[in-house]
């Protein structure tokens, strides 16, 4: 079994920053793709931002520049540093990891139970 939690979430006024983190624990050989996602109330869920074990990574429009992904493949965390919030990037943000189970060596896909973003005055 693997579990993903998120932390970080909040509330903050535009213009201000949040940190978040998703950490992954269990059986674990090792994550591919980490990504972070985001749902707002009557809208689709989307990618936000996703890295690479390696290092490489790919951003939604509408956070380039603000947005910065990053990780720590030795303690299987993720992190997401948001400055510069605006009121739109109000959201439930999900943590996602494609996981190498160590008992199968078989890759699946698992999503944390998301952390509240408000950026509100």
């Known amino acids: 079994q693997v579990q993903l939690v998120e932390s970080g979430g909040g509330l903050v006024q535009p213009g201000g920053s949040l940190r978040l983190s998703c950490a992954a624990s269990?059986?674990?050989?090792?994550?591919?793709?980490m990504d972070w996602y985001r749902q707002a109330p009557g809208k689709e869920r989307e990618l936000v931002a996703a890295?690479?074990?390696?290092?490489?990574?790919n951003y939604a429009d509408s956070v380039k520049g603000r947005f910065t992904i990053s990780r720590d493949n030795a303690k299987h965390t993720v992190y997401l540093q948001m400055n510069s919030l605006k009121p739109e990037d109000t959201a439930v943000y999900y943590c996602?990891?494609?996981?190498?189970?160590?008992?199968?060596?078989?890759?699946?896909?698992?999503w944390g139970q998301g952390t509240q973003v408000t950026v509100s005055s």
């Open positions: 890295i690479t074990r390696g290092g490489n990574t």
């Open positions: 269990g059986n674990i050989f090792s994550i591919n793709d």
């Open positions: 996602y990891g494609r996981v190498v189970v160590r008992t199968s060596g078989s890759e699946s896909y698992y």
